[in-house]
């Protein structure tokens, strides 16, 4: 197996560390990832790594498969597997972690975007990758947050409270907080589980 290419998919970082997670297979791909440009042989991981030599052709195979190590030489049919020259692979790794990391923060809200430019300045101020970072204590300044807030719900609708508790989620961990503040503030009213938008701005 030859090193994959930039359209190949991405293998699932969940996959690649529960490869790892194996003590013996992370001392094998350690000791690969420090071997010489032009490779390693399984006899001289297996002295680095301190595993039995069967066991780093095992994992040398399994890393090759999740795109982790690539095999530079192969001896012909009917000599040792084990002299064999191995690679690492660590980019491969790299760019799940990092495929994995653009994948979550699309999952977030997105940075507040508002025309008026003091209201923008504002937001930024209180919001990091989408997410209210803390609740002003200035009352001026907390209005304009609850506002924007207020937004993400829509006029004349009517939302149960784990809908509501949902879509606050999404900016911070205590929603149960900014539940409260938008109806003591008047911008949700609340009757017997359900709430419904009563105030904020129509476009910010």
Excluded: C
């Excluded at 991405?10 to 791909?29: E, K, N, T």
């Amino acid at each position: 197996m030859t090193a994959r290419g930039k359209d190949e998919q991405i293998p699932d970082p969940r996959r690649l560390i529960a490869l790892l997670a194996d003590p013996g297979r992370l001392r094998v791909f350690a000791a690969l990832v420090l071997a010489p440009k032009q490779g390693a042989r399984a006899q001289d991981l297996a002295k680095s790594a301190n595993v039995p030599v069967r066991d780093v052709i095992k994992t040398l195979i399994r890393l090759n498969e999740a795109g982790l190590a690539v095999r530079l030489t192969e001896q012909p049919d009917g000599l040792d597997a084990s002299d064999d020259r191995w690679r690492a692979l660590p980019e491969t790794l790299r760019a799940a972690t990092e495929a994995n990391t653009r994948q979550a923060d699309s999952a977030l809200p997105p940075e507040p975007v508002v025309q008026d430019p003091g209201t923008a300045s504002l937001l930024r101020g209180f919001f990091a990758r989408g997410r209210l970072t803390h609740v002003p204590a200035a009352h001026a300044k907390r209005m304009v947050v609850l506002d924007y807030l207020a937004q993400s719900f829509e006029p004349g609708v009517h939302y149960e409270e784990a809908k509501v508790n949902r879509i606050l989620g999404n900016f911070h961990d205590d929603y149960a907080a900014l539940r409260r503040y938008l109806v003591d503030a008047g911008f949700l009213s609340r009757s017997e589980n359900m709430y419904w938008r009563t105030g904020g701005s129509v476009g910010l």
